[in-house]
Nanobody
Framework: VQLQASGGGLVQPGGSLRLSCVAS????????MGWFRQAPQNEREFVAA????????RYADSVKGRFAISRDNAKNTGYLQMNSLKPEDTAVYYC????????????????????WGQGTQVTVSS
């Protein structure tokens, strides 16, 4: 599975961005897509994830109520809609995938993901 993330950019506090992650290769069957982010001098952290069936999503507490993860099965594309952005959301955002349906307790675990996109920079600044 290859992942291509896009949609990052510079936005003012309170603004919105939508990130996309296109999956190619062996995309049939059940899998899970997640978004992680890494700010300078910080470890990569979980943001949101979705089982491809759409039956389950999970969010980090820091983004709950502001970000929304979704997917378009026909386009093999996952999305991360980010609203009410804050300067602390500034980071490189990575999409990741694993070819199985993760359960709620493990869907946020970075070690569960086998495939990673190249990252897209999100900068929130006035």
């Amino acid at each position: 599975v290859q992942l291509q993330a896009s949609g990052g950019g510079l936005v003012q506090p309170g603004g919105s961005l939508r990130l996309s992650c296109v999956a190619s290769g062996r995309t049939s069957g059940t899998y899970t897509m997640g978004w992680f982010r890494q700010a300078p001098q910080n470890e990569r952290e979980f943001v949101a994830a979705i089982r491809w069936s759409g039956a389950m999503t999970r969010y980090a507490d820091s983004v709950k109520g502001r970000f929304a993860i979704s997917r378009d099965n026909a386009k093999n594309t996952g999305y991360l809609q980010m609203n009410s952005l804050k300067p602390e959301d500034t980071a490189v955002y990575y999409c990741a995938a694993v070819r199985r349906g993760l359960i709620f307790s493990t869907i946020s675990d970075i070690k569960e993901y086998d495939y990673w996109g190249q990252g897209t920079q999100v900068t929130v600044s006035s």
